[in-house]
């Protein structure tokens, strides 16, 4: 930050004003040291250097959070549209004063430590609480995990400065080489065909069905094949028949196979372009942990046939967009999982999507990197129940 004034706020307290990113922040002082700086986030966060705690107690809000940025610790909460850069230790340690609620009174103040109180009562990381020490949250906001917020409000505009959207693409392919391999060669259905044969669109969004339990005869080769076919092949460079954040096709997609007529038990490695399977481990104890991992997804009421994981290797995302990545390869995850339910229920398959999934599981059954490659989605497949045919 650029340091423009020592600029005298009210009797008992002054504030070091700069600019970052055109907004005015305020500096609390101590000497030639900094204290704590109040960092707007957006162009409509105020800073009222009058501001004081009222008579009641106060505490950290559930939301509010710290880590390290260079050489100081940033304090910040997604209910707020700003964030305090903590540059001293007696600031961090009035900080810590709230952890559990207090009142204002009982914490001893010097000016110095004034300034410091006035920035955490307009930071909103600081709220009140009520007689029992309970925090007294905004409406709606006892409904979120702290997470969840979290994750809410920086991928998406309105409460942060951080970089967001687009950038130039790295010179590198979106999608991987596909270097030669054996492997198994899957049906691939005659399009054209099903064009023509398949049953109209709106009859299969109304008979989609999450389907748990398959049927007692195992999916056979044949259909796994055509289901990748139909729902994830490579049909161009950057065309698939999903669609993915700005063509990039992160999602890499990993067949779990329990029961599967033509195809023996493991880990299979899915490639679009050249539509074949590549065994990745054999049904060794991390395989199977992937399937009981699915079990309990299910509530522990299905055994899944085929588990299908969709990993995503985040270099692709990361290297076009900033900020929101993780964000686009769930709502690629979504998408996926729609046209694999549709597909599924076109094929008179019995699909369906999990809601979560253990990616550190994944991790050691494929031997991925968990930070370069992760799995964000699982869907299973399986044979139809004789009674729903």
């Known amino acids: ?60 809000s559930r939301f509010a959070y710290m880590r390290r940025e260079e050489n100081d610790l ?13 540059h001293h230790s007696s600031a961090m340690a009035l900080v810590s004063a709230f952890v559990s609620p207090v009142r204002a009174a009982e914490v001893s103040l010097s000016s110095e430590a004034e300034a410091v109180l006035t920035i955490l009562v307009n930071s909103g990381a600081i709220v009140e609480c009520d007689e029992t020490g309970r925090e007294r949250e905004l409406a709606g906001s006892s409904q979120w995990e702290f997470h969840d917020l979290l994750f809410h409000a920086r991928s998406r505009l309105g409460r942060h400065a951080n ?5 130039i693409p790295a010179p590198f392919a979106i999608e991987s ?36 339990t398959g049927g007692k005869a195992p999916i056979t080769a044949r259909e796994l094949g055509e289901f990748l076919y139909r729902s994830a092949r490579a049909r161009s460079e950057g065309n698939r028949p999903y669609p993915s954040a700005g063509g990039c096709y992160e999602l890499e997609l990993y067949s779990v196979v329990q029961r599967c007529e033509g195809v023996d038990a493991g880990l299979y490695h899915y490639r679009p372009r050249s539509h074949r399977l ?28 085929i588990l299908i994981v969709y990993a995503a290797r985040m270099e692709r995302l990361t290297a076009r967009y ?3 990545p993780y964000a686009l390869a769930l709502k690629d995850a979504g998408v996926l999982q729609q046209t694999m339910c549709l597909t599924a229920t076109a094929m008179g398959l019995a699909g369906c999507p999990l809601g979560g999934g253990d990616s550190d599981a994944f991790a050691r059954a494929s031997g991925r990197d968990y930070y370069r490659e992760t799995s964000v989605g699982e869907f299973m497949l399986g ?4 009674a729903q045919k």
Request: hydrophobic residues 35%; charged residues 25%.
């Open 383 to 386: 044979s139809l129940p004789e």
């Open 322 to 324: 900033q900020g929101v």
């Open 177 to 212: 080489i596909e270097e030669p391999f054996e492997g198994i060669e899957l049906y691939a259905p005659d399009i054209e065909n099903l064009k023509r044969d398949d049953p109209p669109f709106a009859q299969v969004v109304e008979m989609r069905r999450s389907v748990r």
């Open 278 to 305: 590549r065994r990745v481990a054999e049904p060794n104890e991390d395989v199977t942990d992937l399937l009981a991992r699915a079990r309990i997804a299910t509530g522990e009421t299905a055994e899944p046939q």
């Open 74 to 86: 940033v304090l910040e909460s997604p209910l707020a549209g700003s964030q305090i850069l903590v």
């Open 1 to 60: 930050m650029n340091s423009t004034a020592t600029a005298p706020i009210s009797s008992r307290s002054a504030f070091l004003l700069s600019q970052r990113n055109g907004w005015t922040c305020y500096t609390a002082m101590s000497g030639d040291d900094k204290l704590a700086t109040f960092v707007p986030t957006t162009e409509r966060t105020r800073f009222d250097p009058a501001l004081r705690f009222g008579p009641g107690s106060f505490a950290l």
């Open 163 to 167: 970089p967001y959207g687009g950038r």
